[in-house]
């Protein structure tokens, strides 16, 4: 079915009132907000599927999240969402349609592609994902020599390397350390060498996850996977069937590497590399926690999914979270968006949105073809709390920019010690006080600082941050967070007419990249192209 396009973004009415209504409030300061409304942190706040957000302490009023609302009717965003989840074509620049959301639907449950009900054959892999998890974790599977498997090498990049790897440490409480993970994606060498030099080849199974099953890293760490395990063991290709196994859409590749297809697990065309955490690349993550908890896992994606589907716009975490993207990037001017988690196993979480967030959104194009004429996703970044504080946060109180900031807390640890999680705590409840109420030049004098110093001292506050108080993390709430932040793109992606599915715009680099690996390795190969790269490329040769 044909998308119909909706009128150029900043010629709507909505992001006119947006822009009209942005003057009134851009000199309002959050203490403003809260003084004159004293149930402000209760009124901009939302409880759902188990995840509270408080979003108060953003530069808005409820005028602001009705216009925004508004936006989001006029951009059709609620059939956009129909349109996703029920399998139309909407990466039209791919021509696929985009059902991640069906990876998480239950065994029951009916998402009709091209006629066709896919729910059987998600089943049917995440079957065979958990079978082939018992025959490792039993002993049953064995290696060349006979030897169980207790190490397991997940080689992928992007998508088929960050959602394992961030999920592998999200829920590394609930793992099984009897199996060591490594995670080899860089084609730099380094990260193979270290990734398997105390790895005993007899007990080491590689998977190799690759959607296309092309990608030059991917592949090229491939072999080289092949090359060690088949020296060290001194055995010949039939050892690959027992130490290798394949994750990807691409039987025909998969077959030439020399694994076997029985050993592969299969996705589909309209399953996003970013988007594919919850597919059969997520096979380390299956075999880290277990066949069950990766369902409960699913099962926390697909409840977000249903709250975002179902919920009214004003009530929707996803909706929100991505209408304040919006709301930041497009009328403040912000050009960052910082994710900070106060739980150390949400350390790659940052990392992970990145490419979430900035392969789907950093866009300049619309649909139609148009060049945008405002701003598109927010560069995304963060590091985990408290760390972040004792670096970076210096800029965020009392740089030039504005930064709006998600921070992500837990009510309880995992590893409750002492009073570690209050401290814990209580920096992440600072941080978004400091940072929306500031310290006035008055308070600052009033502690007794002298007037050279004072200006120095002083926090102008009114810097905006959500805040996310969950429970505790469980495979659950971690599928969640990820639908969560998945949809809250697709939300700002809805808005700026731009296509998230698709990233065209790492072609270019990966195209040149190729055509340069033979002129480093020739001596004198002519070289065309600027003078700069050209002379990169000879001292290169003359240093090697
Ligand atoms: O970086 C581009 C990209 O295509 C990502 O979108 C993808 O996640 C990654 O490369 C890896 O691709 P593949 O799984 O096909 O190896």
Redesign the pocket.
């Known amino acids: 079915m044909a998308t119909t396009m909706p009128q150029s973004l900043t010629a709507q009415d909505a992001w006119k009132n947006l822009n009209a209504h942005y003057e009134q409030i851009k000199s309002k300061h959050l203490r403003e907000l809260f003084a004159a409304d004293p149930q402000r942190g209760q009124t901009f706040s939302l409880e759902a599927v188990g995840l509270y957000l408080d979003y108060s302490k953003n530069r808005i009023d409820a005028e602001t999240v009705s216009l925004l609302v508004k936006l989001a009717e006029a951009a059709g965003l609620k059939e956009r969402i129909e349109a996703m989840m029920t399998g139309e074509k909407i990466n039209t620049t791919e021509d696929r349609a985009v059902l991640h959301t069906a990876l998480r639907a239950p065994r029951d449950a009916t998402v009709q592609f091209e006629g066709q009900n896919v729910v059987p054959d998600v089943h049917a892999v995440l079957d065979k994902m958990s079978a082939f998890c018992d025959s490792i974790t039993s002993g049953q599977w064995t290696g060349h020599t006979g030897a169980p498997i207790r190490n397991i090498v997940n080689v992928?990049?992007?998508?088929?390397?960050?959602g394992p790897v961030m999920a592998y440490e999200a829920l590394r409480h609930y793992s099984n350390r009897d199996l060591t993970l490594r995670f080899v994606s860089n084609v730099d060498g380094t990260d193979f060498a270290e990734a398997t030099r105390d790895l005993d080849p007899a007990e080491t199974l590689f998977i190799i996850?690759?959607?296309?099953?092309?990608?030059q890293?991917?592949m090229t760490n491939a072999h080289t996977a092949r090359t060690w395990l088949l020296e060290k063991l001194g055995a010949d290709d039939s050892a690959v069937a027992k130490h290798f196994v394949a994750l990807?859409t691409n039987a025909e590749q998969v077959a030439a590497f020399g694994i076997d297809t029985d050993n592969m697990f299969g996705f589909w065309d309209w399953v996003?590399?970013?988007y594919?955490m919850d597919s059969a690349?997520g096979l380390s993550t299956m075999l880290a926690i277990g066949p069950d908890q990766f369902r409960e896992m699913l099962g926390g994606f697909h409840e977000m999914d249903q709250h975002y589907r179902t919920a009214p716009l004003e009530a929707n975490l996803p909706v929100l979270l991505g209408l304040l993207t919006v709301w930041y990037t497009d009328f403040f001017g912000s050009q960052t968006t910082a994710v900070l988690p106060y739980d150390q196993y949400l350390n790659r979480f940052p990392a992970y949105l990145q490419?979430l967030t900035m392969?789907s959104n950093g866009k300049s194009v619309t649909l139609a073809g148009d060049r945008v004429d405002y701003d598109t996703s927010p560069i995304y970044w963060g590091e985990p709390g408290t760390n972040g504080q004792h670096s970076f946060y210096q800029l965020i109180h009392q740089g030039t920019h504005l930064i709006p900031c998600d921070f992500i807390a837990f009510a309880k640890s995992l590893n409750p010690i002492g009073d570690h999680h209050d401290k814990l705590s209580a920096n992440v409840f600072a941080q978004g006080e400091a940072l929306a109420m500031g310290k006035t030049r008055e308070e600052v004098l009033a502690e007794g600082t002298s007037e050279e110093l004072a200006q120095h001292r002083v926090f102008e506050g009114n810097r905006p941050s959500n805040t996310l108080l969950i429970d505790s993390l469980t495979p659950a709430v971690l599928g969640k967070l990820v639908a969560l932040y998945e949809h809250s793109v697709f939300t700002q992606g809805v808005i700026w007419q731009v296509n998230p599915f698709d990233?065209w715009g790492?072609e270019l680099g990966?195209v040149l990249a190729k055509k340069i690996v033979p002129e480093l390795q020739s001596a004198d190969a002519p070289l065309d192209h600027d003078s700069s790269t050209n002379t990169l490329i000879q001292r290169y040769r003359s240093l090697k």
């Open positions: 992928g990049i992007g998508g088929s390397d960050l996850a690759s959607k296309t099953f092309t990608t890293e991917t990807s996003g590399g970013r594919s690349i490419q392969e990233q790492v990966k």
